[in-house]
């Protein structure tokens, strides 16, 4: 594929604030922060739904894309990536790869936020905190599983987007020290999340790998069923307000009435569950022991966690999986696993979006102004990154209505028709990726 370098996004502004692209569905999106009050075992889940409010209209409470320490467990991860290159890690979409090695130990964690904010400025994130719940229909459900390293707010942008289009989105932040950072709650007179928080957990060279990623993995999984049963009682109106913090605060007479107003509002027979890279293989993990979660999406899956489970996963899994790959990560292993895959059910799909890297599920490659920076960290891809985002939300969309017995929307059709020159689908037979435009067959999902 062709570099395309005309086509790099700059982040729109809306009286003076520098934020996201608007979502692209139908609907404006709401959305609330809920701690289940449990420290370390409770869960951190960002909520996205959609809204009547006009999201242009409120501006001015839209969230900052990120907190300081958040930005800080970000250089922590990238230092200790650094430090000790990961084996799974596309080397070659890390410009000056050798200078950043040297240069990283000594930069303080402390000021990257600083730094950051330089680069970048104030980015703010286009939904509505606490908005009402529209209520025209019942919507289904995702759950949302990050990547290594990240955090939900990372990738605001598919989140709010699939949302847009009619979904309840739970993003859960993960606790098992796979996150970049984050906060439990604690119970303060200021902030119920102004505490200590969990960072990044770097492996010793002493580590076992394998056994670290396969515990996290499980630990995931039981996070996101945890998160679904979340949305369930939300559904059925059974909360227990005293074990909730909203907004890092507990819960005040309005916000009780607020999460009263999801009763009744989700289609709870359809639900689904996605990922992204580690998030991927916990997509895969909580389709095969939960089975509420009626289809998957892998976002660019990164299986190792996993490596010594696929036989029995391939079982357990029958649930359609949508397996959308990146050109640069894809791996022999990863084409070998999902082959097995397709052996014991022909209602999974693969494709790969050309020009790819990564990083491009992610919201940084829209953040970074300088292609330098994209460059030396990975971010930098041969497709527009808006263009990306836009063929695999579509993808992610066509797949899920189809396999939920939903509407089909000719729309989604239409524009991923378009954009099939962009594609290859998974041949199982031949292990290999198929340019989508010379079999016009296979752009039915």
Request: aromatic share 12%; glycine share 6%; proline share 5%.
């Amino acid at each position: 594929m062709k570099e395309d370098n005309s086509s790099e996004p700059s982040l729109p502004s809306t009286e003076g604030k520098r934020h996201l692209p608007q979502p692209m569905g139908p609907h404006s999106v709401g959305y609330i922060d809920l701690d289940t009050k449990n420290g370390e075992s409770g869960l951190f889940v960002r909520i996205y739904y959609p809204t009547d409010a006009q999201c242009l209209e409120y501006h001015n409470v839209w969230p900052t894309w990120s907190d300081n320490q958040y930005i800080g467990g970000l250089i922590s991860f990238v230092q200790s990536a650094l430090g000790s290159w990961p084996s799974w890690a596309p080397r070659n979409d890390y410009k000056y790869i050798d200078k950043l090695q040297r240069i990283s130990p000594y930069i303080p964690q402390s000021i990257f936020p600083k730094l950051f904010k330089l680069m970048n400025g104030d980015v703010y994130i286009p939904i509505i905190p606490s908005s009402t719940l529209s209520r025209k229909k019942s919507w289904p459900l995702m759950v949302f599983s990050h990547g290594l390293g990240c955090a939900p707010f990372i990738y605001s942008r598919i989140c709010y987007d699939i949302a847009s289009f009619g979904f309840i989105v739970a993003a859960v932040e993960h606790r098992d020290g796979s996150a970049c950072y984050t906060l439990p709650y604690v119970e303060s007179s200021d902030s119920l999340r102004n505490s200590t928080g969990i960072p990044y957990r770097r492996l010793d060279t002493k580590d076992d790998e394998y056994m670290v990623r396969n515990e996290q993995v499980k630990y995931r999984s039981e996070e996101v069923k945890k998160t679904l049963d979340l949305l369930l009682d939300l559904n059925s109106g059974i909360v227990n307000f005293e074990n909730i913090a909203i907004f890092k605060n507990n819960c005040k007479p309005k916000d009780k009435e607020f999460l009263s107003s999801f009763k009744n509002s989700m289609d709870t027979k359809n639900a689904t569950v996605s990922g992204h890279s580690f998030g991927g293989a916990t997509t895969l993990l909580s389709l095969a022991y939960d089975n509420r979660f009626r289809t998957g999406t892998v976002f660019d899956g990164w299986f190792f966690s996993l490596k010594n489970e696929h036989s029995s996963l391939f079982k357990r899994i029958s649930q359609p999986v949508l397996f959308i790959n990146n050109e640069s990560f894809i791996s022999d292993e990863n084409i070998k696993m999902q082959s097995k895959f397709f052996e014991h059910n022909s209602n999974h799909k693969s494709y790969c979006i050309e020009g790819s890297v990564h990083q491009n599920h992610m919201d940084t490659p829209f953040l970074f102004k300088d292609n330098v920076i994209k460059r030396m960290l990975g971010m930098h891809s041969k497709i527009c990154p808006e263009l990306f985002l836009l063929l695999n939300n579509r993808l992610h969309l066509q797949f899920v209505l189809k396999h939920l017995g939903m509407e089909k929307d000719t729309d989604l059709d239409t524009e991923i028709d378009r954009k099939k020159h962009l594609l290859k689908y998974f041949d199982p037979k031949d292990l290999s990726f198929i340019r989508l435009d010379k079999n016009d067959s296979s752009t039915n999902s």
